[in-house]
């Protein structure tokens, strides 16, 4: 079972003009960088059974700071300057709990 932390959900969306099967293969591999880092405990991409261009992706970072530092590695700066997705919407959640801050 996860501790709290903070959880990303995010729906990304290959570009109309990006080649399918070029960008299946950089969300894998920008997903396998997400999970060697440190502070990074879950980085899960699902795809729609329908729409083929939708992800989801889960994610769970140890705090903010591991969140925000994602931002700065290699990987991640390489999947958003390879531009063949966009982010349609993220959210920032906590797993379930009664002390509400």
Known sequence: M???GLFITA???I???SDLNIA???IQDFCDGMNSEEGCSMAIPLQDKKD???FI???RYDNQEAFETHF???HTQRFIQAGLTDLVQAFETQLLTADIK
């Open 2 to 4: 996860f501790k709290q």
């Open 11 to 13: 729906e990304l969306r």
């Open 15 to 17: 570009k109309p003009e």
């Open 24 to 26: 299946i293969a950089a």
């Open 52 to 54: 083929h261009r939708r």
């Open 57 to 59: 992706f889960w994610e």
């Open 72 to 74: 700065h590695a290699e």
